[in-house]
């Protein structure tokens, strides 16, 4: 089973994939922490997991989720280092849909990140709850208390608070890496294993790939 996972990986990372998982590492880092800074009620640190997962693949988007929890947790948001379990369920939502054309229609995208974030409450709600009190120092702490507040327990009340959060979250992530995906030119996404993820005819490339002047 393991040397089959390392196979797969070596796959997915083979030409631009390693690359792009390094950039991918950086965003998610870059993004969050900013987030993180502004006390906004959103995490929008898992743009660069989705964009490996629909464009390289599900154990390289595991991957660089996983780094970049990890880098944060360094740089001063030690609680990060506890949700990598999260970062799987999103890699891998992420790929599945992306491999059933989802990010190929914008109202799909819209249903997949509705969806992502209600799997993201469940996996993330018991980590909050049982190991830090639902207390992460982050903007979505106001609503654990207000739900709190309200007489919930405290796993009511982060499972709540994620409900009220993290559809908006991962909708705005997906709608951000939709957009980007429709952007970018058909020579740049050619060179990925997920192409196939996003463009339906490989053979037909957008008006601006045909005409690059």
């Known amino acids: 089973m393991l040397e089959r996972v390392k196979s797969v990986i070596q796959q997915e990372m083979s030409g631009a994939g390693l690359p792009f998982v390094g950039f991918c590492i950086a965003l998610n880092l870059t993004v969050g922490q900013v987030t993180a800074g502004l006390k906004i009620p959103l995490y929008l640190d898992s743009v660069g997991t989705v964009l490996v997962a629909v464009l390289v693949g599900p154990w390289?988007?595991?991957?660089t989720g996983a780094t970049a929890n990890t880098l944060a947790a360094v740089f001063g948001n030690p609680v990060m280092i506890f949700f990598i379990p999260v970062v799987a369920v999103i890699a891998g939502f992420t790929a599945l849909i992306a491999r059933l054309g989802w990010f190929r229609t914008w109202y799909l995208v819209i249903l997949g990140g509705i969806l992502q974030g209600v799997l993201a409450a469940v996996a993330s709600a018991?980590?909050?709850a049982y190991l830090f009190s639902g207390i992460t120092l982050g903007g979505q702490d106001f609503l654990v208390l207000y739900f709190r507040?309200?007489?919930?327990?405290?796993?009511?009340?982060?499972?709540?608070?994620?409900?009220?959060?993290?559809?908006?979250?991962?909708?705005?992530?997906?709608?951000?890496?939709?957009?980007?995906l429709k952007n970018l030119p058909f020579r740049l996404l050619s060179r990925f294993r997920g192409v196939t993820n996003v463009?339906?005819?490989?053979?037909?490339?957008?008006?601006?790939d045909r005409h690059p002047n």
């Open 199 to 208: 463009r339906q005819a490989l053979s037909e490339p957008s008006h601006d």
């Open 126 to 128: 018991p980590i909050s």
């Open 149 to 180: 507040s309200m007489g919930n327990s405290i796993l009511e009340s982060v499972f709540y608070q994620g409900l009220s959060s993290d559809p908006a979250d991962k909708t705005i992530t997906y709608g951000i890496v939709f957009i980007l």
């Open 60 to 63: 390289s988007a595991i991957i």
